[in-house]
């Protein structure tokens, strides 16, 4: 089957030779830039941890109703605990997504940081759901670390540029349920058409297909990842900070043929922020007079508020 986005390995980043590590970068840099997705191996994250989380988050679900609302916390625009269905749309859809889900932000021991990451919902009927979100969580934010040194190698920073930013930083894993779709739905989709907010996000494979992307002739192309392999995509704010020259891809989740209704969909993305103090202005070398500056200043923290706000989670 032809691939619709390139392939990396990070191990050939982590632990190569130098030659390797070039290699990678201007691999992934070039992916980034021509498709703004790209798939990764030997991506660090253990197999067993994802596992655990998908079925955890499979029996979390698949409680009733009643019970999975009490971890619908008000006043946090979803980005911690349960966010029922049919709550997010995207920002130029009146319809709301077919799904449901449940995101687990930053950990913080930092009393100062309270304010900031408010405490996880801790989730009293699936112990393991908690346990596995924190570990997987973890271990995303090392290979997503990896990656964005890998990235700050393309765009000639120094290799820890953003090691700073993201440390502690705002980031999200969102455990999303799309049910079976059980009658015509109102021209919806599981996930109609968007771009992410983020630095990058990276998400391991979904447990059906439906994953699409807009490519630069206007084609909607299916995206399916091989086992063990993660789908990493651009996301606007390192879009806005490379002004443009990484792109942040369009992307969906479309709903299955009318026979594979009646199977739900389970998908776990991590959403890579970063501290919300961090400037987003257009980076200099960025900047030419083939590609003037697209977008004005703005920190993380303004720029995700505004984000929310547009495809309603944040009133």
């Known amino acids: 089957m032809e691939r619709t986005i390139p392939v990396v390995d990070l191990s050939k980043f982590v632990n190569g030779n130098d030659e390797e590590k070039k290699a990678f970068v201007d691999k992934l840099g070039k992916a980034f830039h021509e498709v703004g997705f790209v798939g990764v191996i030997n ?56 799904k449901e889900f449940f995101q687990i932000g930053q950990y913080v021991d930092d009393p100062a940081l309270k304010e900031e990451y408010p405490d996880n919902v801790v989730i009293d009927e699936v112990s393991a759901f908690n346990d596995f979100g924190k570990n997987l969580y973890q271990a995303f934010e090392k290979s997503g670390g990896a990656l964005l040194r890998a990235i700050a190698l393309h765009l000639n920073l120094d290799e820890d540029y953003f090691d700073n930013h993201i440390e502690k930083g705002n980031s999200i894993l969102r455990s999303i349920h799309y049910p079976p779709i059980t009658e015509e739905p109102r021209s919806a989709i599981r996930a109609e058409q968007h771009e992410d907010i983020n630095l990058i996000t990276l998400l391991v494979g979904a447990s059906a297909g439906g994953l ?69 202005s257009c980076l200099d070398s960025c900047i030419t007079e083939e590609q003037p500056i697209a977008y004005p200043p703005t920190t993380a923290g303004d720029y995700l508020d505004e984000r929310l706000r547009e495809i309603g989670l944040k009133k």
Not at 61 to 70: E, G, I
Not at 76 to 90: V, W
Not at 214 to 239: C, F, H, R, S, Y
């Open 43 to 98: 991506h660090g994250i253990p197999k067993e941890l994802v596992q655990g989380f998908y079925s955890a988050s499979k029996e979390f679900f698949s409680l009733r109703k009643d019970v999975k609302v009490k971890y619908e916390m008000k006043g946090m625009a979803g980005q911690r605990g349960y966010t029922s269905f049919g709550k997010e749309h995207a920002k130029q859809s009146e319809v709301a997504d077919l």
């Open 212 to 280: 699409q992307l807009l490519n630069a002739d206007n084609e909607w192309k299916d995206i399916t990842p091989a086992e063990d392999e993660i789908v990493i995509n651009v996301g606007d704010m390192l879009q806005r900070l490379t002004n443009n020259y990484l792109k942040s891809t369009t992307h969906r989740v479309v709903n299955p043929p009318k026979e594979q209704w009646h199977v739900p969909r389970l998908s776990i993305p991590f959403f890579l922020h970063p501290k919300s103090q961090m400037d987003l």
